[in-house]
């Protein structure tokens, strides 16, 4: 079993940053992907960035390319989500999510990222 736990999510204007850290604890030796999804009013939840064990992997959906980097420390069991250049459709429930070697995945209780001036 691995809990997360989601942090950093707030109110934020337009062209602001904002950082999410999540923290996993649990069984954290049998994590392999770590990533963030996010889900906003109406919409199905998407895939933001996701990044590998070692970090020699990182995905990202296209629409947060260039703005959001995504980041791992193994020894804290921690994944973060450097969010710059923020936009209203940025707004939405940022979720954590784990995936372990047994390809069962886990999911944090969300976090409300708002861009709005």
């Known amino acids: 079993q691995v809990q997360l736990v989601e942090s950093g999510g707030g109110l934020v204007l337009p062209g602001g940053s904002l950082t999410l850290s999540c923290a996993a604890s649990g069984s954290t030796h049998s994590i392999l992907t770590m990533s963030w999804y996010r889900q906003a009013p109406g919409k199905e939840r998407e895939l933001v960035a996701a990044i590998g064990r070692n970090a020699l992997m990182t995905n990202y959906a296209d629409s947060v390319k260039g703005r959001f980097t995504i980041s791992r420390d193994n020894a804290m069991s921690m994944v973060y989500l450097q969010m710059n250049s923020l936009k209203p459709e940025d707004t939405a429930v940022y979720y954590c999510?784990?995936?372990?070697?047994?390809?069962?995945?886990?999911w944090g209780q969300g976090t409300q990222v708002t861009v709005s001036s």
């Open positions: 999510n784990v995936v372990n070697e047994w390809s069962t995945a886990y």
